[in-house]
């Protein structure tokens, strides 16, 4: 069993930037983080495997940074240049063997943060 929260979320205007942390009671190979807007699918944002591989979502390459600390436990997501249309909440991830953003199916789910952007 692998215990997981989040915290960092907020509210920011448009082209600001927030970090998400994600404190695990142990890192598994993969780890995600995944948001769920009001009315819409849960996706993937963001992986990283094992070794340090990383994949995004097309929406958020180039403003999003997923990393992770293994001597802390801990997994994090630096937003930046954030859009109105990341609005969402933020759920941190983590289990399962396929870690890229088509086929990561986490065993193990943070309860979420929410995350606000304003225009």
């Known amino acids: 069993q692998v215990q997981l929260v989040e915290s960092g979320g907020g509210s920011v205007q ?10 695990a009671s142990k890192l598994t190979y993969c780890l995600g983080w995944f948001r769920q807007a009001p009315g819409k699918e849960r996706e993937a944002v963001a992986t990283i495997g094992g070794i340090g591989h990383t994949t995004y ?3 958020v390459k180039g403003r ?13 997501l630096q937003m930046n240049s954030l859009k109105p249309e990341d609005t969402a909440m933020y759920y941190c991830a983590a289990g399962g063997f396929a870690c890229v953003i088509a086929t990561m199916v986490p065993n193990y789910w943070g309860q979420g943060t929410q995350v606000t952007v304003s225009s």
């Open 14 to 23: 448009a082209g600001g930037s927030l970090r998400l942390s994600c404190a």
């Open 57 to 59: 979502a097309d929406s």
């Open 64 to 76: 999003f940074t997923i990393s992770k600390d293994n001597a802390k436990n801990t997994l994090y």
